[in-house]
């Protein structure tokens, strides 16, 4: 049973704005019923401003709760605020979404962008990047935009992951290689583009990430840890207080400590606990 916020059984149990805008402004669509989910958004835009919103959709609980609360987002902020809210946002909002029902969120911002792109009706003037049509996912309708965007807004790393907010290789599998074709062609580029670090400099990079962003994480829930040593990308690291003793330290290693230093000095970097 997955775990859901007491803000997403809110949402699914009393969605807000639900129903049509027959004179909307702006419509926009997601998903599809083939696929299991659908979303159709309604707005009412006056003066650069969304003045109502309003929804249908067909999916699970998250599914709905998403696109209530983004209804909740959007009434009464300037166009210019609603274009950048992301998936991520969406989530942060439901005080976040099981990994396999991010999806959900990933339609409710799909759904907002077409919106947008049909009431300015013209991409250059809504400034949107020109996206490329390769279909991936046949069985679910996903293309490669839909997984980069995916993978440059939360960070993803795997195809499982790229799964849970697109579910792109969800079903048959066939794609699962085209996607981690993708997702690692992705970050070799990130890592590419940064600047290339002396051992030593990468040694006090990766001190004072641990020290200034992942040590004070740790110890809002009363751990901690502690530099032991680094050879070449592998870093050695001992877990302090309560998280040396969580059943959960494994993946508070590689989800949360290995991946920061990834995303922030190399993506070769490999972290290992020693005792």
Same mark, same amino acid.
């Given at each position: 049973?997955?775990?859901?916020? &007491?803000?997403?059984?809110?949402?699914?149990?009393?969605?807000?704005?639900?129903?049509?805008?027959?004179?909307?402004?702006?419509?926009? &669509?997601?998903?599809?019923?083939?696929?299991?989910?659908?979303?159709?958004?309604?707005?009412?835009?006056?003066?650069? +401003?969304?003045?109502?919103?309003? #929804? %249908?959709? #067909?999916? *699970?609980?998250?599914?709905?709760? !998403? !696109?209530?609360?983004?209804?909740?987002?959007?009434?009464?902020?300037?166009?210019?605020?609603?274009?950048?809210?992301?998936?991520?946002?969406?989530?942060?909002?439901?005080?976040?979404?099981?990994?396999?029902?991010?999806? *959900?969120?990933?339609?409710?911002? &799909?759904?907002?962008?077409?919106?947008?792109?049909?009431? #300015?009706?013209?991409?250059?003037?809504?400034?949107?990047?020109?996206?490329?049509?390769?279909?991936? *996912?046949?069985?679910?309708?996903?293309?490669?935009?839909?997984?980069?965007?995916?993978?440059?807004?939360?960070?993803?790393?795997?195809?499982?992951?790229?799964?849970?907010?697109?579910?792109?290789?969800?079903? *048959?599998?066939?794609?699962?290689?085209?996607?981690?074709?993708?997702?690692?062609?992705?970050?070799? @580029? %990130?890592?590419?583009?940064?600047?290339?670090?002396? %051992?030593?400099?990468?040694?006090?990079?990766?001190?004072?990430?641990?020290?200034? %962003?992942?040590?004070?994480?740790?110890? @809002?829930?009363?751990?901690? +840890?502690?530099?032991?040593?680094?050879?070449?990308?592998?870093?050695?690291?001992?877990?302090?207080?309560?998280?040396?003793?969580?059943?959960?330290?494994?993946?508070?290693?590689?989800? #949360?400590?290995?991946?920061?230093?990834?995303?922030?000095?190399?993506?070769?970097?490999?972290?290992?606990?020693?005792?």
């Amino acid at each position: 049973m997955w775990d859901y916020s &007491e803000k997403v059984m809110d949402h699914y149990r009393n969605p807000r704005n639900v129903g049509k805008i027959d004179n909307a402004d702006a419509i926009g &669509e997601a998903g599809s019923l083939a696929c299991g989910d659908s979303l159709k958004l309604y707005l009412k835009i006056e003066n650069g +401003i969304v003045t109502d919103a309003k #929804f %249908q959709t #067909f999916g *699970c609980g998250s599914a709905v709760a !998403s !696109s209530s609360i983004l209804t909740e987002m959007i009434i009464g902020k300037p166009i210019e605020e609603v274009r950048k809210i992301t998936n991520k946002d969406i989530a942060d909002q439901l005080d976040g979404l099981p990994p396999e029902k991010m999806h *959900c969120s990933v339609m409710g911002h &799909e759904a907002l962008e077409d919106a947008l792109k049909n009431y #300015f009706n013209d991409e250059m003037e809504f400034n949107l990047p020109e996206k490329q049509d390769k279909l991936i *996912c046949q069985c679910f309708d996903v293309h490669e935009s839909q997984i980069l965007e995916a993978i440059e807004t939360n960070k993803l790393k795997t195809v499982e992951e790229v799964t849970n907010y697109t579910k792109a290789g969800g079903a *048959c599998g066939k794609c699962k290689s085209t996607i981690k074709a993708i997702v690692d062609e992705y970050w070799a @580029k %990130q890592d590419a583009d940064k600047p290339k670090l002396t %051992q030593t400099q990468k040694i006090l990079k990766i001190n004072s990430v641990i020290e200034n %962003q992942i040590s004070p994480e740790l110890q @809002k829930d009363g751990g901690d +840890i502690e530099l032991v040593d680094i050879e070449d990308n592998k870093v050695y690291v001992k877990l302090r207080g309560k998280c040396s003793g969580c059943k959960n330290s494994h993946m508070t290693l590689k989800v #949360f400590v290995e991946q920061t230093l990834q995303e922030t000095v190399s993506k070769q970097i490999e972290v290992i606990e020693v005792q």
